[in-house]
Nanobody, 128 residues
Framework: QLVESGGGLVQAGGSLRLSCAAS????????MGWFRQAPGKEREFVAG????????EYSDSVKGRFTISRDNAKNTVYLQMNSLKPEDTAVYYC???????????????????????WGQGTQVTASS
């Protein structure tokens, strides 16, 4: 189970930190990701992190402003969002990849279909 928190309303230029708490699995083995979906748009990749936290990837639209991190002792992944823009407004979802088959099971994933479990989402609104 994945539960997101930390969303809210913020002025453009402000910051928020999202958290995603995981339960019911071996969190430290799962690559994790953050995705978002704005009204009328498809869900898109925002950031991903490898199972040990050593590798990260970002979409071009958030690179340099957002930071993904994880604390495997707390079974939690974070998304620090700085310099928020109105176009960042969306429902943000965390996702976990639980498939540990293959030689690269621990690697960062960037596609929706690569993830097995999803949270319920948290609303982020950046007002202009």
């Amino acid at each position: 189970q994945l539960v997101e928190s930390g969303g809210g309303l913020v002025q453009a230029g402000g910051s928020l930190r999202l958290s995603c708490a995981a339960s019911g699995g071996t969190f430290s083995m799962y690559p994790m990701g953050w995705f978002r979906q704005a009204p009328g748009k498809e869900r898109e990749f925002v950031a991903g992190i490898s199972s040990d936290g050593g590798s990260t990837e970002y979409s071009d639209s958030v690179k340099g402003r957002f930071t993904i991190s994880r604390d495997n002792a707390k079974n939690t992944v974070y998304l620090q969002m700085n310099s928020l823009k109105p176009e960042d407004t969306a429902v943000y979802y965390c996702a976990a990849r639980a498939d540990t088959r293959g030689s690269t099971w621990y690697s960062v994933r960037t596609h929706i279909y690569e993830y097995d479990y999803w949270g319920q989402g948290t609303q982020v609104t950046a007002s202009s």
